[in-house]
């Protein structure tokens, strides 16, 4: 594979001269495939996220996202994607409520959640993007290599699965059994059930792709992009083997029912027009921020159907980018989206690949380019984040997703994007 990885940075070098970004994308680039795989004796790949020794499954995706433009022309990175989504589906098949795996059955852990978590759980934070991202996935490897290998009985059924999920977390109130408690930290409100929300039509989210828990519970971005799955789903089980009628059925009706609820609950209006908001329970609430992570309302074009130039996404785009989110901060050195998952007033590489990645000029992409090639911190890794005034002063050593997004905003600005259909 490392003739293939190589491929790419060639093409990368015939079309950026800067010597720094190139040395940073060669780095983050190979480090992204070299030290997170592992195969598995049932033909799956385990991939994990850096320094914890856990595989997410949105993270895993990520990860991948820089090779998908060529999977078409190298067979060894397709079949590293396959395997990676085979191990994915094995994984939401033991726990679809879960966000991280290992392959040990009973991981050491730093904590003691409640209810206890299964063999093979790292955590079980329910996080509505952790069953989006592997159909996506799917979906991308199917259009890219046209192999249906994948859509076999057990596609069939964690589909299914999903769909169940989120018809039932359409009601938590009363139809969800789930709950989290992390005792003394991180933890949802009213014994683990999280605030109160009603019927909306969209379904529920315990956590924020951040892994930290949602205020109000029906996350807009993650119902945005659970949507544009669910059309996806629709895409694919027209072409398996057996037809699908009821679970095709479950499926449209799923998705009116949250594209409504987006529509009633979640869309704001404002002085120049439309915008999302980035949470809301149906019961009058609605939070007005962005967080660094994916899906974020920031990287709307990047998981969904919605283009850079809409008219909601552009006003959601200068709010989310502006001291009307909380989160949004500016240092000498840098600015940018962060998270209350990191220190106060520290941005996120991830989220300024975004705002690259989404940008609109080649200009607006190099300039994000240099903003991350400049803020390593001396370390040659991009890091989960950093101190926009001191980036010496950042968190998580090694972060292979937020090394991917650099990878993917480098190749996005050299004309290999990732498609989002």
Request: contains cysteine; proline residues 6%.
């Amino acid at each position: 594979m490392e003739k293939e990885l190589q491929q790419i940075v060639q093409k990368v070098k015939e079309k950026i001269a800067d010597p720094e970004v190139l040395k940073l994308f060669e780095t983050a680039f190979l480090d992204t495939f070299n030290r997170t795989v592992s195969q598995q004796e049932d033909g799956s790949v385990y991939m994990v996220t850096g320094d914890i020794p856990a595989m997410w499954l949105r993270d895993s995706s990520c990860q991948l996202r820089p090779i998908l433009p060529f999977l078409k022309e190298s067979p060894k990175l397709a079949h590293l994607v396959k395997g990676i989504i085979r191990r994915q589906l094995a994984f939401m098949a033991i726990d679809p409520y879960a966000n991280a795996y290992t392959m040990a059955a009973q991981p050491e852990r730093w904590d003691e959640d409640l209810p206890p978590q299964g063999p093979h759980v790292w955590e079980q934070k329910y996080e509505i993007d952790s069953l989006c991202f592997p159909f996506q996935l799917i979906y991308q490897y199917w259009q890219t290599t046209a192999d249906t290998s994948l859509f076999d009985a057990s596609f069939v059924a964690s589909v299914e699965q999903v769909v169940d999920l989120w018809i039932r977390e359409q009601d938590h109130e009363t139809n969800s059994a789930y709950t989290f408690v992390r005792p003394a930290s991180d933890y949802l409100s009213r014994e683990g059930k999280g605030s109160l929300t009603t019927y909306t039509g969209m379904t529920w989210s315990g956590f924020r792709p951040s892994d930290d828990p949602c205020q109000y519970h029906y996350l807009v971005p993650s119902n945005l992009f659970a949507s544009h799955i669910l059309a996806r789903m629709l895409e694919m089980l027209a072409i398996c083997p057996l037809k699908q009628v009821a679970l095709e059925e479950k499926i449209k009706e799923l998705k009116g029912a949250i594209d409504q609820g987006v529509d009633r609950y979640a869309k704001l209006a404002g002085p120049k027009g439309n915008y999302y908001a980035y949470e809301v329970d149906g019961l009058g609430n609605q939070l007005v921020m962005d967080d660094s992570n994916m899906p974020s309302l920031l990287s709307l074009p990047m998981l969904t159907a919605i283009p850079t130039d809409d008219p909601c996404y552009l006003a959601t785009r200068q709010i989310v980018l502006s001291n009307e989110n909380p989160y949004y901060y500016q240092g000498t050195e840098a600015a940018g989206i962060g998270s209350p998952h990191t220190p106060a007033g520290y941005v996120w590489p991830i989220a300024i690949a975004v705002e690259g990645i989404t940008a609109q000029t080649s200009a607006e992409k190099w300039t994000k380019i240099q903003l991350l090639t400049q803020t390593t911190g001396g370390t040659g890794q991009v890091h989960e984040s950093f101190d926009p005034n001191q980036p010496t002063r950042y968190t998580r050593e090694w972060f292979s997703w937020a090394n991917a997004m650099f990878c993917e905003l480098v190749l996005d600005y050299c004309g290999y994007q990732v498609k989002v259909k």
